[in-house]
């Protein structure tokens, strides 16, 4: 790619992704991850070569972080409930409205931002580029969470801020389906940093049941832990071969709506089981803040939530299975 990047496709991300998710640090993973794969691929599919010439570069080489401003405080994964309005007004497009929940949100240097141009349309959306010192653009607060403590969330307030019509991202009304298309993409990645999780909490909890010492032996001697962690490590590995699948998929072009839907609801639910599994091996330990599992299982709770909740996923999937 003549900006600096590798040009590679869904499968790079879930190796990625997969790879930055035994970090044991969720929020860094996901601060990474809404950077590569949530909104800067928006530039990349939707941009026109002048906005790509003049953010990809920086955005590549670190030095412009972006961050996607969708949801708000009455829409999340219900895309059609966005209230943000923009309005064309001269040569400008004026936004005004709220974002919340937003990772990279304070120290964010460009938004992709999703605003209503068709009032009267549930669909009738546009992507805008603001950049984050933009008059009428402010941080209205730092959100503070029970977990990814080091990742920035924000809420965002929109008060006629002035957008340049040369700003608009893709075609105008049509930024529900550009956001929708990204989706897949970002919950392939979302997946991927769940089963890497899982699979690093399984590896410290193995070298911790290993060494903790009881009742005259070791945990791992305890038959009930030793199957339970191996039934759980099949589960990780089932979950990864279909997040595999899935990229491959969408390499090939296919539709992997069904697909991505019921990765992302099983590795959701899958990480938060484990967690929990690991913790109570943990004993004690596993509940102070000192130890890496601890600090995992307060990061693990929010992905059933966080880039499409585990019940909207399968309703997706529900919709697309034969009978």
């Excluded at 998710?21 to 928006?42: I, K, W």
């Excluded at 979302?190 to 009881?214: C, E, F, N, V």
Aim: hydrophobic share 40%; net charge negative; with cysteine.
């Amino acid at each position: 790619m003549r900006y600096g990047g590798l040009e590679r496709g869904a499968l790079a991300s879930a190796v990625f992704s997969e790879t930055l998710g035994r970090s044991t640090f969720g929020d860094f993973e996901v601060t990474v991850l809404a950077h590569t794969d949530m909104a800067s691929p928006h530039l990349v599919h939707s941009g026109n070569e002048e906005q790509q010439d003049r953010y990809m570069e920086r955005i590549i080489r670190g030095e412009c972080i972006t961050a996607i401003a969708v949801t708000e405080p009455d829409a999340g994964s219900d895309v059609a409930g966005i209230r943000t309005r923009a309005h064309h007004e001269g040569g400008d497009w004026v936004l005004n409205g709220f974002k919340l929940f937003i990772t990279n949100g304070v120290y964010g240097d460009l938004f992709v931002v999703a605003a209503r141009t068709q009032p009267d349309n549930p669909r009738g959306l546009s992507m805008f580029l603001v950049e984050a010192d933009t008059p009428g653009l402010e941080v209205s607060r730092k959100l503070e969470k029970t977990g990814w403590l080091c990742s920035d969330t924000a809420e965002l307030a929109f008060r006629d801020c002035r957008v340049p019509g040369e700003n608009l991202l893709g075609t105008p009304h049509r930024g529900f389906y550009e956001i929708m298309r990204n989706f897949q993409n970002e919950r392939l990645v979302l997946s991927g940093m769940r089963i890497g999780a899982s699979q690093q909490a399984l590896r410290i909890t193995y070298d911790w049941t290993q060494s903790r010492k009881t009742f005259g032996g070791v945990l791992f001697d305890k038959q009930v832990i030793r199957q339970r962690l191996a039934m759980l490590q099949a589960r990780v590995d089932a979950a990864r071969q279909l997040h595999d699948h899935t990229a491959w998929l969408m390499e090939q072009g296919v539709d992997a709506t069904r697909e991505v839907s019921e990765l992302k609801a099983l590795a959701g639910e899958l990480v938060n089981e484990v967690l929990y599994a690991c913790v109570q091996f943990h004993g004690g330990l596993g509940y102070m803040r000192e130890s890496a599992i601890e600090r995992m299982a307060r990061d693990a709770r929010v992905m059933p939530i966080g880039g499409g909740a585990t019940e909207v996923m399968l309703e997706e999937v529900a919709k697309r299975t034969q009978p």
